[in-house]
T-cell receptor, first 115, second 115 residues
């Protein structure tokens, strides 16, 4: 079962709000990813977790805070966002992180609008 | 540095036509991996295929086929007898084999299949 779920599907938040995006996978994958995708652009990597530890942070502003509570769950905490942070946020997972041969499986995304 | 070029921004075809999506890549590594993903309007990226640099065999899966040619650094994707459900944005992506190398996506090709 190659499924990654994300909640919520849509989120509208003000610049002073705090919200969280959630991602879950039950494929036993040990690597999980957050991507940001603006309209008509490819996904951009934000964070990578491997075995529940943050492995890569692609110089993402601190108003985005990732968390991996266990091997199946990945959260993205949002605080004091800017309108330009409005985008589709995609979660993905892969079997392992070491080496780059494993395909990533993506969730349906959360469409975020910052007002 | 790695780079993926999808020169076709948008392709429009009529149902049952065959269509080829082009992908040209650049890498200095001898070991690398190529991927195709489909992104329908719903937003989720769907994994289609992974190819490693040592396997130049072409692959066919139903109406989909892939032509990998190292001599021209290309990994093209053909849909035979296209259907309306094939309408989506298709991304070609590359990762190298040195430690963790993030997926480098092309800019995507939007395919519109009309009835």
């Amino acid at each position: 079962d190659t499924e990654v779920t994300q909640t919520p599907k849509h989120l509208v938040m003000g610049m002073t709000n705090k919200k969280s995006l959630k991602c879950e996978q039950h494929m036993g994958h040990r690597a999980m990813y957050w991507y940001k995708q603006k309209a008509k652009k490819p996904p951009e990597l934000m964070f990578v977790y491997s075995y529940e530890k943050l492995s890569i942070n692609e110089s993402v502003p601190s108003r985005f805070s990732p968390e991996c509570p266990n091997s199946s769950l990945l959260n993205l905490h949002l605080h004091a966002l800017q309108p330009e942070d409005s985008a589709l946020y995609l979660c993905a997972s892969s079997q392992e992180l070491a080496g780059s041969s494993y395909e990533q499986y993506f969730g349906p995304g959360t469409r975020l609008t910052v007002t | 540095a790695q780079k993926v070029t999808q020169a076709q921004t948008e392709i429009s075809v009529v149902e049952k036509e065959d269509v080829t999506l082009d992908c040209v890549y650049e890498t200095r590594d001898t070991t690398y991996y190529l991927f195709w993903y489909k992104q329908p309007p719903s937003g989720e990226l769907v994994f289609l295929i992974r190819r490693n640099s040592f396997d130049e065999q072409n692959e066919i899966s139903g109406r989909y086929s892939w032509n990998f040619q190292k001599s021209t650094s290309s990994f093209n994707f053909t849909i035979t007898a296209s259907q309306v459900v094939d309408s989506a944005v298709y991304f070609c992506a590359l990762s190298e084999d040195t430690g963790f190398q993030k997926l480098v996506f092309g800019t995507g090709t939007r395919l519109l299949v009309s009835p």
